[in-house]
């Protein structure tokens, strides 16, 4: 309809206009909404096994009755009737639990030295793996985890409800500077963190500011420390101690003041300790419980430096795009042997942060677990998580416990347990529905069938399908290899061209306007 000569596009801009649609089209993250397969107003699973959350043992035969988005009944199966016009799911042969609350999260995936952001595809694999709320455990790129929160929020895109840290607050000065560290806290604050994560070079004095700074506001700080041990941290008021024993540099013979030491050095020194009798290490725990301070339990990302068969999740590696795929695959020769000295150091330090992590629950400590998606790249979102629980059983907690670690002692850490973390009537209908019983095996927390938020059915199968290939598809590198770099480079050629094409003509037609 339109008169070719009269459009006052350029046909370059055109172009530029075109590719830039293509791109945006081949970044486009599917919509929440492809994956719901259960939206009833009214759901009842009926004859389903329950695991609550609260660490009390399996019920078997249970109805559980979702309506407008919260749990409205739960009970025996021959006490609930489901009200007529219900979807009736069966549950026979399967578990219910809460969906999980994921306490060291993050949403980048750490190939070659630094992190990929990987917010979409990693939120749909929070959510297909059960892990319906996360906190993000410190940021490589705070705006797009704020972005990915609010789009989850607002129901465009699938994935957990995020409770979002800032970027990593570390030491920045050769001497410490606490109003420096102060002043990040509130600038985090306000551009939305609603938890700080106080990392390793971080000296007293700056703890102490990050804290006092984070509390005034009503806000949480964990820290993954070294510079400061935890019964120091402990004393200064801080909420959360991050990946537990491993790190605490406490018990290393040659700890100076504000320093950290060698991470291999105290690991390797923690290996000899015997967690049984080490009076030390009891004090820190008791300490830890009487300050309150939650220990986040990061097994799974320690498992993935022992070089065990168990460490690699086959559904992994498919879930990366190409180029992070080769990445990780010249990573991985380096990490499958279980016979190198750091391989058998790690081994060794598992066992003994298991151990650590049962005297601590055993001690009425609040543990709290987490996937952290780190260390040289061989765990993900999810799927880490659900190792994690297998983890956590074979510490020497009950399977119940474990799940209670996993949900409830999450949701009461982020003052959320009046409306997730458990399963009864009233609160937020986050569940997860696995076939099997993870009672009996553990395990079985990977058969997820659906998971539930708010009361709304996502396909765990669906989710993952759609995240084949995409870990890193977020990264801006990405678009710098082939295929994807001949976008970049057809819009710089445009450009150019149209630069170039300007030029000629204003002095093509100069001399005709000049000319008397
Ligand atoms: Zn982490």
Redesign the pocket.
Known sequence: MFDRKSSVIPRSLRLSTLITALLAAGCREPGARAFVIVGAPVTAIVHVRVIDGTGIPAKDDQTVVLQDGRIRTVGYASTVTPSAGAQIIDGRGRTVIPGLVGM?E?LFYQAEESGVPAQAAFARLYLASGVTTIRT??TVDFKGDLHIKQRIDSGDLPGPKVHVTGPYLNARTAAPDPEAIAREVESQADRGATSF?AYMSLRAPELKAAIETAHARGLRVTG?LCAVGFREAAAMGIDNL??GLAVDTEFYWDKQPDVCPNQGATVDQLTRADIATDSGIHRTIADLVRHGVAVTS?LA?YESFTGDESAFDPRMPGVLTSWVRKVYDAKRPDWIDRETPRARMWAAMRTKEMQFERAFVAAAGQLLA?V???GWGGIVAGFGDQRELELLVEAGLTPEAAIQVATSNGADFLYESDHIGTIAATKQADLVLVRGNPSANISDVRNVEIVFKDGVGYDPAALIAATEGTVGRDDVRHFLRWPLNIIPITLIVVLLERLVLRRFRRRAFKPAVSAP
């Open positions: 060291h993050h455990a410190g994560k993954h991050e990946h990061t990302v987490g952290d998606p780190t």
